[in-house]
């Protein structure tokens, strides 16, 4: 066995192991393994683990198998013995396949996610639906490329011109519902951009008890509209001036008579960005009208998705794989997450750890509840010896 002071005390992997690694449910194993098949030859919850980490890193499948063995943090986390045999990759990938047909993975999602809103204290309260593009496993080329580009302005306009033609996305948001309903989720506020939001959505979001907001699809007027007092608003009732050296134009206030608080110009576009003030633009008596989007963070999560754990290219020729790709993307970034919550300012709902240490009770982070922090151990111990070549980057 290693040592258990091989890394230092506040390391992730040990917060893995205390906090996640307990969590995952060794009883997934009925459902992907039934009895006339025989058990698996392997531990779930390490298989669980190793596909987790392979998101968290973006690893090959033959990438996790090497490293089994060779990632000091991957062993401590798994609760694994140095020598131990690892997951081959194929066996590693079957175990993959097993998943694309059951609804495991989803379960393991809500379950883990259930967990780290509990121990961070986070509200359900508001929550915001987005969505964005995702290309195929074919090779982006130039003609390709231009295809695409087609039917996206094809469909841009589609949009303007036919109203409720292309509405098609509009059609997952009960599902979405009914998805947070079922794992205990269900928000009060749900914010979701133009693709989700239309009468119908709307309606249908009341009667569950949610309260949809957000841009409305396919929003147009005429010049009968626009002279009606209660007409959406556009930029041509923003305040605005224009520079005459450089014809840059700036916007001075918006149709509330609030300031702007920056302008950022777009260096891919060349567009010009104007930030207000979120907390003015939800007391504004005209902010229903308003076309300034009220931003509530979703956009950072959707790049970190994208830049961090690849989601924007599937890796699969079939749906249900794909699907999940973006699910065990979804969990490494919500575990990632958790143990930088941990690390920053502890967890509301302490476990038993498996080697003790000590805690230190403190009124922090939490304005009404005692969080608990780790208390930091020595650094390497003589008798490491392996070398870590590689280290998440939290």
Known sequence: MFSPNALP?????????????????EDLSRELYPSETGRPNTQIKKAVSILIFMDMERHTWRGAEFLQTRRLDWLIATRTPIGEEPIDHTTLFKFFLRMETSCAARKLFEKLTVRFIGACGTSEKKQRTDSFFMHGWLQILSRYGLFKETLRVFLQNLRKQKLGLYEEISKELPGIQKRLEEGKMKPEEQYSDAGFVNGQTIVDSNERGILLEGPSSGRSQSFEKYQAGDRPLDTADFEVCVDEKN?????????????????????????????????????????????????????????????????????????????????FASIACNVKRFIRHGI??????PVKTYFSRA????????????????????????CCFLKISQRINL
């Open 247 to 327: 014809k840059a134009v700036s916007v001075l206030a918006c149709p509330g008579k609030q300031a702007p608080v920056d302008h950022v110009q777009s260096e891919k576009t060349g567009k010009t960005l104007v930030h207000f003030d979120a907390s003015v633009c939800r007391e504004c008596k005209v902010n229903t009208r308003c076309p300034v989007k009220i931003g509530t963070g979703v956009e950072a999560t959707v790049s970190e998705m994208v830049r961090v754990h690849g989601v924007r290219r599937s890796r699969y020729r079939t749906e249900g794989r794909t699907r999940l790709q973006l699910l």
């Open 344 to 349: 920053l300012y502890g967890y509301i709902l």
């Open 9 to 25: 005390q506040e390391d992730w992997c040990y917060l893995y192991r205390d906090q996640v690694y307990p969590h995952i449910d």
């Open 359 to 382: 805690f230190s009770f403190v009124k922090g982070f939490f304005s009404v509840s005692f969080v608990f922090k780790l208390k930091k151990q020595p650094c390497y111990t003589e």
